[in-house]
């Protein structure tokens, strides 16, 4: 008997019998075939979870009507018949794992870009917005346009059922058209399709009984926000309300949060390192208690502890997860092979949607399979054995011993310090950067249970490296923090942000820190939530410029830095928000604190007890020239290289070993 014998029992699902409660939320790829269609890549990242033993895969953000949905520069417009064969392939291939196939019917409505509409037309909604010039911005649907919508989720609902998908999953929240209709937001229409709640929900129930009408041997999801979290969004009460109002024409519904109106609701719509696993399981709870259809929770969630949990209370029937079959597909699997300590937990850090954003790929921090899914499915093991020698313990050097050992090479990791993790030890001391602490542990435990020699303690030299018998060396020795030439340094109030927790290091009341990158920013925050009084100089106008705008957003609001409704639940109530002091250079550091160039050119002195320095990192590059001489193949990697972020080291540690056939 398993721990787990609710998440891993089958379950009955109008005609379909699931094989377990672990379903793949819909995500999305915003680099498509050309044509619109599902690539070989495409279907190599959907085929990853199926593979991997979720009972449901679904495909995210398709285009339920193709002449006004798109608000992707590259997405599948299901109502197209030229979509329908690699629609099929996609299927077939999630069907060979036992999987059901399922795909997300999307619209942009107003929100849609017109560079990506055809003929460049104006967005649709369901009223006219016009711009502070008097400029039509959004369309208001009229009834042919409406019914010209019905009848594209009409053809699509009949060409996925052609394809073979099992599920239609119809996107009625995050406020994209549908739930532009449910919502009075952005509905403020005075005819039948607005005013009362009936009223709202008339239009999508006319698409609901159109897809039905199109593909009725097909269950008909819904994906609806149980609370749009906003001002004049509405809230859990009237968003059970509406699911009674829905419940006749599905057979389940998946109960998310939030609404693109406002970009701070994004911490609860897509949560963040910041807020705790399964913040929105009580939206799906309160809908699972007023409907009798099946009801999915989710959003942040991974454990499968807190899984069992859920349903042992009957706070929802299945389990829905997006960036955590990201950042380890093979979760059902391991849940169901008992290898729960193995799971490679997301850590919620927005990479993927921010790669999306940038360049239209996906990638992950902790996956670097994840955007070279197809090339990795054909990849055989080495062609010839080598023997490694890994200098770093750090994630880029684990990655790299962990690969090389997949690959059938001999490898051992060579460690200066008594620990691994390199730059990630920091994360254990900070509440939020937990995940981020699991991933360490985890790449540590996958040595372990690899039985990749690790020798700690151990201070590499050239000469060490050539007393060595083996034909490569990995470097990943990784990086220093910069310490600045100012008057000042060193000082009695002078610490190095990453000697804050060593032993016998002291913090004083009031805090000034000398850099807001992102690991300023996330020193102020955990000393501001343990009762400091924090101020961060940063000489740039944005503090953690170098992450992602969906992950700055996030710490922010975690900050205080918003004042908004929706974030400040998880602000601690006594916490003082750091003072932001940007476009401001530090000159000095005095026994008071700092004193700083403001940008009207004026010094000020800002108060400290203690001053922390994190004004980055630089790179070992006199130890990397030295190693490089060594006699063997020499590959350097991560921040000894150039000094970024945890995902740039596991990949360039997965690639370095990947290079080696």
């Known amino acids: 008997m398993s721990k787990y014998d609710l998440l891993l029992s089958p379950f009955k699902l109008g005609n379909l019998t699931l094989k377990n409660r672990m379903v793949s939320a819909p995500t999305s790829l915003a680099e498509m075939g050309p044509g619109g269609v599902f690539s070989p ?7 990853l979870r199926a593979k991997g033993g979720a009972a449901i895969v679904n495909v995210g953000e398709a ?23 690699s629609m099929y392939d996609l299927v077939s291939t999630i069907h060979k794992y036992g999987a059901y196939a399922s795909i997300e019917f999307g619209h942009g409505g107003k929100r849609c870009n017109p560079l990506f ?14 711009d502070d010039q008097g400029n039509q911005t959004v369309r208001g649907m009229d009834r042919k346009l409406m019914d010209d919508v019905i009848g594209g989720y009409r053809r699509s609902a009949a060409n996925c059922a052609a394809a073979g998908f099992d599920i239609l999953t119809i996107h009625c929240g995050h406020g994209w058209l549908l739930g532009q209709f449910l919502s009075e937001l952005s509905n403020h229409r005075t005819d039948e399709y607005g005013g009362s709640r009936e009223n709202r929900c008339r239009f999508v129930i006319e698409v609901l009984k159109a897809v039905r009408q199109g593909a009725p041997k097909c269950l008909v999801e819904i994906r609806i926000s149980g609370s749009e979290l906003t001002k004049n969004g509405y809230d859990l009460n009237e968003g059970v309300e509406i699911c009674k109002l829905l419940e006749p024409y599905v057979d389940l519904f998946n109960v998310s949060a939030g609404v693109m109106e406002d970009l701070y609701t994004w911490i609860l719509m897509h949560p963040s390192m910041f807020v705790p696993d399964g913040v929105n399981v009580y939206l799906a709870e309160a809908v699972k208690k ?30 829905a997860m997006g960036r955590a079959l990201v950042a380890d597909p093979d979760l059902p699997n391991k849940v169901r092979d008992g290898r729960t300590d193995e799971i490679r937990r997301c850590l919620r850090c927005f990479t993927c949607q921010g790669q999306m954003m940038k360049t239209r790929n996906i990638i992950c921090a902790v996956n670097p399979v994840i955007g070279q899914e197809y090339d990795a499915k054909y990849r055989l093991p080495a062609a010839h054995k080598h023997k490694v020698a890994v200098v770093g313990g750090g994630p880029g050097g684990m990655q790299a011993a962990i690969t090389c050992c997949e690959r059938g090479h001999e490898v051992t990791l060579y460690e200066a ?20 602490d699991k991933f360490a542990k985890w ?31 990995i470097c990943a020795v990784g990086s220093n923090p910069i310490t600045p030439d100012m008057f000042g340094i060193p000082g ?17 009341k009031k805090v000034v820190i000398m850099g807001g990158g992102l690991v300023g920013c996330e020193t102020a925050l955990h000393l501001a939530e343990t009762g400091h009084e924090v101020t961060i100089i940063e000489m ?54 700092v004193i700083a160039v403001t940008p009207d050119g004026t010094e000020q002195l800002f108060a400290a007890d203690t001053v922390i320095c994190a004004l980055g990192l630089r790179s070992k590059s006199a130890l990397v020239d030295e190693l490089r001489k060594t006699k063997h193949n020499f590959i350097p990697i991560g921040d000894c290289v150039r000094t970024q972020q945890v995902t740039q080291a596991v990949r360039a540690g997965y690639d370095a070993a990947v290079s080696l056939d």
Do not use: W
């Not at 890549?41 to 085929?47: D, G, P």
């Not at 205080?560 to 006594?574: F, K, R």
């Open 41 to 47: 890549e495409n279907i190599a990242y959907y085929e």
């Open 540 to 593: 740039a106008p944005e503090i953690a410029a170098e992450t992602t705008a969906a992950h700055r957003r996030a710490l922010k609001v975690r900050m205080g830095l918003y004042p908004q409704e929706a974030g400040q639940q998880y602000v601690h109530a006594d916490v003082i928000p750091p003072v932001l002091a940007t476009s401001t250079k530090c000159k000095e550091i005095t026994p008071e604190g």
């Open 63 to 85: 285009v339920a009507h193709g002449a006004t949905g798109p608000d992707h520069p590259s997405m599948v417009t299901l109502d197209n018949p030229s979509a329908v064969p």
């Open 443 to 473: 790449q540590a435990h996958q040595l372990e249970l690899k039985h990749v020699p690790v020798k700690l303690n151990t201070t590499v030299t050239k000469e060490f490296l050539d007393s060595l018998d083996v034909d490569t060396v």
């Open 492 to 508: 009695d109030n002078y610490v190095l942000g990453t000697a804050l927790f060593d032993e016998g290091v002291t913090v004083g």
């Open 117 to 130: 509409l055809p003929g460049h037309v104006l967005p649709i909604g369901p009223c006219d917005i016009f």
């Open 290 to 319: 007023a409907v009798s259809k099946p009801v999915s929770c989710v959003g942040a969630i991974g454990d499968p502890d807190q899984m069992e949990s859920i349903l042992e209370n009957g706070q929802a029937d299945l389990i």
């Open 417 to 436: 310090t008594d620990s691994l993790g390199g730059a990630l030890k920091f994360a254990e001391h900070e509440d939020f950067k937990n995940l981020l």
